[in-house]
């Protein structure tokens, strides 16, 4: 298996324009979450997917940012308006039930 | 929500020497607690991870080990070498979701 696949690995976009991420998850892995990484806040879990489901959500920060599963191999996160401190990686990661969690190799967003 | 707290923030540790870093966590209820290991610019990596019906882990140079009655597990590292530098990562869950501690960045001094 070719593991957690992101896209784009890295994004650098204005103010106020709208950004998509894109994660397909590893096959058979029911489980997916999107996380924020800053040096500020460390690792956020932002919210979290059982079989295409939105489970959890609480750690969307606002309206801004959405997402995703339209099917077991891909999930969206997006970001409208973007903002300057938007800017961070963005890891996708999934896990089979409760075993362990992959990452992603993150998504680099810079927001000028 | 489960609150993880991870010291130290940094540690510097002389090549061969040992590295401990310490978690705790809220929820008594949690029963699952992996460490990650990140590498500048790379994805976390699950470098080993220790359920709560178990007390100690070991891996080659690596151990985990973990107290339920404090709520504390912590990570030790023997003979360290200059390729343990990164940053680590603690974390605890109790169903599916993980909350991970604020990271500790170890480096290894030649």
């Given at each position: ?112 | ?5 991870q010291h130290p923030s940094t540690l510097s540790v002389q090549?061969?020497d040992s590295a401990v870093i310490k ?51 912590s990570l030790h590292i023997?003979?360290t070498?200059?390729?343990d530098s990164a940053v680590y ?14 990271g500790t960045t170890v480096t290894v001094r030649?």
């Amino acid at each position: 298996d070719a593991g957690v696949i992101q896209s784009p690995r890295h994004e650098v976009t204005e103010m106020g324009q709208e950004v998509t991420l894109r994660c397909k998850p590893i096959s058979g892995h029911d489980y997916l979450f999107w996380y924020r990484q800053t040096m500020m806040r460390g690792l956020e879990l932002l919210i979290y997917f059982n079989n295409n489901v939105p489970i959890d959500d609480s750690g969307m920060p606002e309206d801004r940012f959405s997402a995703k599963m339209p099917n077991a191999s891909f999930s969206t996160l997006k970001i409208q308006p973007s903002e300057p401190r938007d800017s961070a990686v963005y890891f996708c990661a999934s896990r089979p039930g409760a075993n362990v969690l992959t990452f992603g190799a993150g998504s680099r967003l810079t927001v000028l | 929500g489960e609150n993880v707290e991870q010291h130290p923030s940094t540690l510097s540790v002389q090549e061969g020497d040992s590295a401990v870093i310490k978690c705790t966590y809220s929820d008594s209820a949690s029963n699952y607690f992996p460490w990650y290991k990140q590498e500048l610019g790379k994805r976390p990596q699950l470098i080993i991870d220790i359920r709560s019906n178990v007390g100690e882990k070991k891996d080659q140079r690596i151990a985990v080990t973990l107290n339920k009655t404090a709520k504390h597990f912590s990570l030790h590292i023997t003979e360290t070498q200059p390729e343990d530098s990164a940053v680590y990562f603690c974390a605890a869950s109790k169903g599916y979701k993980l909350s991970f501690g604020a990271g500790t960045t170890v480096t290894v001094r030649a």
